[in-house]
């Protein structure tokens, strides 16, 4: 039976107290940053592999620098702890295909900035740096509480791209390949030529190429985007592919009896192992069986507490492995996926109804709340992760990101800030067939929006302090302004976002008679008289019992 408000009110800490009795688990607030496009800590090395700029083509999907180096520059200098987030969510840094393959249509060389097209799951790609720059950025994130995620692909590795089959010697390629040009690339590969059998090879992937394998046509075994699907169903012992057996920078090694699901999670797993990696976002979760979902998640999980073990100063707490994942219009209901290793579920309904008023907004937060807090039989509790902003869709209206951002901060669940919303960074540009180009602009460094990035940072150390707003019983208050609060165990607090001037808000049921409040948002206190208070609002109230 749940308790009522009046029950939950009486179980009211302090600030601190509440911050500190809660897990990672029951509040993520995840910063997700496309590296290449954050922050350039090491200009050296921006043209690695010989990656070069694409200026016929815009330079949309070329590198443009952000690295390791530079998450590191904003974790010293305090951006995210600002920002209140507790989690960074980075994109892939384990090495990706050298060259570019053909974007959009036939407009722009599209490299893997982005992180998702594999050549090595073992090696640092080095336009994001070096080990000991991601273990000193790992090691600032924690000592700041901070836990860092990883973006991961578990269901292919990177295209068959000029530059990479050139250097490890493929031989599919025709000559003069080195001047291959957008609209006459692919007349430079052989795809007619057995020897493909020299790259991944057939045992590994599925690609449709000589002596390969078709893609299926269910979800699991399809190839997505003309991309190899790993063959991770397979019970079939392999040996390392023939690409990695004549990489001479390669740590990866062959495993006795090992299958390509027993590679892939063991190379995936040594990154927690070594650095502490604190959790995945797993990549086209839809596309992989759930078996092979749980084997990553239960060897990360042991990764994890060995690291722990052996780091005892270098960790945030003894909480588990934790992780997300992206199944395409996954909305906010518990699925078969949050037993396949999942703690949460990126959440693909928020975006669009973010942007309404405050009235439909208030249904979507009960609608949350209620899910979230069921109970469905003996099934544990589960999460999803809301955003306005994605990679992969669109950016949330740059005229109304304050709105935006009130209404993911505010709102139950796991939530994902998106870098940029913050700041109202810009869309880059959006080539045909490839609009979500636009979402990927670099940070705006040298132009950040001061009144979206304060009302942000207020907004998400709020949300730290207060993990009743991703995991409280939702009350609503009034609609003139609006207004809610949400309580759970040993926390509550009231919130009403885009209100300015002298209100007076009803708080009975929620903070006791006679209690001091304080305005998160303004620093004034308030106290609590005929159950109600006075407040004098500038933008939003933010309230919460003051500490003593």
Not at 68 to 87: C, D, P
Not at 125 to 147: P, S
Not at 493 to 514: D, M, N, R, S, W
């Amino acid at each position: 039976m749940r308790r009522s408000l009046t029950a939950l009110a009486a179980l009211l800490l302090s600030a601190s107290a509440q911050a500190g009795s809660f897990s990672f688990a029951d509040n993520p607030i995840v910063y997700f940053a496309v590296t290449d496009r954050f922050a350039n800590g090491n200009p050296g090395n921006d043209h690695s592999y010989g990656r070069a700029a694409d200026p016929q083509g815009g330079d949309v999907g070329s590198f443009h620098g952000g690295d390791i180096a530079g998450l590191t520059q904003q974790l010293k200098a305090g951006y995210f702890k600002e920002l209140g987030v507790n989690a960074l969510w980075i994109t892939a840094p384990y090495e990706q295909i050298h060259g570019w393959v053909v974007g959009g249509k036939q407009q722009f060389q599209h490299y893997a900035y982005h992180g998702y097209w594999a050549l090595d799951y073992t090696t640092m790609d080095a336009n994001m740096g070096t080990r000991e720059e991601l273990r000193e950025m790992i090691d600032i994130a924690h000592a700041q509480g901070i836990r860092v995620l990883f973006d991961v692909v578990l269901n292919h590795p990177g295209y068959a791209d000029l530059r990479t089959l050139s250097e490890y010697k493929v031989p599919v390629l025709w000559p003069g390949h080195e001047k291959a040009t957008l609209r006459d690339y692919h007349s430079y590969i052989d795809y007619n030529n057995f020897d493909f059998a020299q790259w991944w090879g057939p045992d590994w992937v599925r690609a449709g190429l000589p002596g390969y394998p078709d893609g299926g046509k269910d979800d699991f075994t399809m190839q997505l985007a003309y991309l190899p699907d790993f063959r991770t169903e397979s019970s079939k012992a392999v040996g390392l592919p023939p690409i990695l057996q004549r990489k001479s920078d390669t740590r990866a090694v062959a495993l006795p009896d090992a299958t390509v699901r027993t590679y892939l999670v063991h190379w995936l797993a040594d990154w927690v192992r070594e650095f502490g990696v604190d959790g995945f976002r797993a990549d086209t979760v839809k596309h992989v069986e759930p078996a092979s979902w749980l084997a990553l998640r239960a060897a990360a999980t042991d990764a994890l507490k060995d690291w722990k073990t052996r780091h005892p100063q270098q960790k945030i707490d003894d909480a588990p492995f934790w992780m997300t994942g992206e199944a395409w219009g996954h909305g906010p209901e518990r699925s078969s996926w949050h037993d396949a290793g999942f703690d949460s579920m990126i959440n693909f309904d928020f975006q669009n109804r973010a942007g309404g008023d405050w009235k439909s907004i208030d249904g979507v937060y009960r609608q949350y709340a209620g899910l979230l807090g069921e109970r469905l039989g003996n099934a544990p509790r589960y999460d999803i992760l809301s955003y306005i902003s994605s990679h992969d869709t669109s950016l949330f209206p740059r005229d109304r990101l304050k709105h935006g951002l009130s209404a993911l901060l505010l709102a139950p669940g796991g939530v994902q800030l998106f870098y940029g919303d913050e700041s109202a960074r810009q869309p880059g540009a959006a080539p045909i067939g490839d609009e979500q180009q636009a979402t990927r602009s670099d940070m705006n460094w040298s132009s950040l929006d001061a009144a979206t990035l304060a009302h942000a940072r207020k907004l998400g150390q709020f949300r730290l302090r207060h993990p009743a707003l991703a995991r409280g019983e939702h009350r609503f208050i009034d609609d003139k302004p609006y207004a809610f609060a949400r309580a759970m165990d040993g926390d509550a607090v009231i919130a009403v976002p885009e209100a300015q001037g002298a209100i007076t808000l009803k708080v009975h049921g929620v903070f006791a008679e006679g209690a001091v409040l304080r305005d998160a948002y303004t620093n004034h206190t308030c106290l609590v008289k005929n159950g109600a208070v006075a407040v004098n609002a500038a933008g939003t109230v933010l309230l919460e019992k003051a500490a003593p």
